[in-house]
């Protein structure tokens, strides 16, 4: 990798990024709907890849319903969008056609879903804005060996099913599997031959038990490579990038090469604490703003709006089914919700709190 010329590219990256998505970055989170992934072969790098022998009732490692709307609630509050719901594989249409319903009602805002392959013959897609395959590498020999359950292909059909349908798709790809500096151009191939809307890249956070207990991160400067080229191929596409709490100071450098959307964060430890405002603090030495809160307590408790977001009241269509079951569990989910602030408030940061 050429460092200089990483730097230089980042430069117009990030001129570019304001002029096609204006000068204020977002925060996101991914909802996730359980702990459990029905894939035979579940991907090398996954948590959910070292849980599966461990969980003897799949149906028990769901989150229940009450707790996946309170942090939709909260969400709003604090001004950060959901980067999508997500789960492994395994949820029935009809389970997915509730959650999602009832997600994008308390929040009125239509949803991304990143679920595996969708049955779109069945899909209710009346709430749901994209669809993201979770290509997680475009090096096929190493997707092959670390991902044999979800081959790249069948993704790649569901996106462009998804873009039949109307919606708008996306990817994510994760950093530090095993790929080189040369895949970067099979990635900008596929971006535009799926034309895709947004990406979102992680840097791998190995986790314990898998292949990758203890190997090190990409450095900043990779990372900042993949990002700039991205945008300075595709000025108009969404660019979400993920760090981790022992990396939130490449969260400036990241916007500088061409990030719009910060993410994949534990929240509910961070907020309000001294983490938290370090990730305000990278974006704004950005010179950036920020939509959306990390650090404002009467936001997170719902006394007050968040002072920039994302949000727009859109139309949402929910069954009296689920409208019913909304009502009926109103003050479980506010429970829920009490529950998650205190965690903000009180809990010290633990790395594994989340
Ligand atoms: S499909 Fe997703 S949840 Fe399932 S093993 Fe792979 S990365 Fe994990």
């Known amino acids: 990798m050429d460092s200089v ?22 925060l996101e989170r991914a909802l996730f709907l359980g702990w459990y992934c ?32 309170a942090e939709s609630i909260i969400m709003k509050r604090i001004g950060w969008k959901l980067e999508f719901i997500s789960g492994g594989y395994g949820y029935t249409t009809e389970e997915l056609n509730d959650t999602i ?3 994008s009602y308390v929040q009125g805002s239509k949803q991304y879903l990143n679920v595996g ?47 039949d349908n109307g919606l ?3 990817i994510t790809i994760i950093l530090g599997l095993g790929e080189s500096e040369k895949d970067i151009e099979t990635l900008l191939n596929m971006i535009e031959e799926l034309e895709l809307d947004r990406i979102t890249f992680y840097s791998l956070n190995p986790q314990k038990e898998t292949i990758f207990e203890g190997s090190a991160s990409i450095t900043t400067l990779e990372y900042m490579n993949w990002i700039s080229s991205v945008r300075l191929n595709f000025p108009k ?13 490449n969260i400036g450098p990241l916007i500088m090469a061409g990030s719009n959307v910060i993410t ?53 269509s929910i069954s009296s089914k689920n409208l019913d079951a909304v009502e009926r569990m109103k003050k479980d989910v506010d429970k829920k919700i009490e529950g998650y602030i205190k965690k903000a408030l009180k809990t010290p940061f633990s790395d594994f709190g989340e």
Request: hydrophobic share 35%; with cysteine; proline share 3%.
């Open 264 to 316: 994949k964060f534990p929240l509910f430890s961070l907020y309000g604490k001294k983490e938290g405002k370090t990730v305000e603090n990278e974006i704004y030495s950005t010179g950036r703003n920020l939509y959306g809160s990390f650090s404002d307590i009467d936001a997170l408790k719902g006394l007050k709006l968040a002072k920039n977001t994302k949000y727009v009241d859109e139309k949402i």
């Open 38 to 69: 029905s894939l035979n072969d579940p991907c090398k790098f996954c948590f959910m890849s070292t849980q599966k022998q461990k969980i003897k009732e799949p149906l028990r490692a769901r989150r229940r319903i009450e707790s996946i709307l």
């Open 117 to 163: 392959i969708i049955d779109f013959e069945n899909i209710n897609l009346e709430n749901i804005e994209g669809v993201v395959g979770a290509v997680e590498t475009v090096n096929e020999k190493l997707h092959k060996e670390i991902c044999p359950g979800k081959p790249i292909d069948k993704t790649k059909e569901m996106l462009i099913h998804a873009k």
């Open 237 to 249: 596409v969404k660019i979400a990038t993920g760090t981790w709490v022992d990396k939130l100071t």
């Open 168 to 170: 708008k798709t996306g």
């Open 101 to 103: 319903e009832m997600v």
């Open 5 to 26: 010329a990483t730097l230089e590219n980042s430069i117009k990256a990030f001129k570019l990024t304001e002029k096609y998505h204006g000068d204020a970055v977002s």
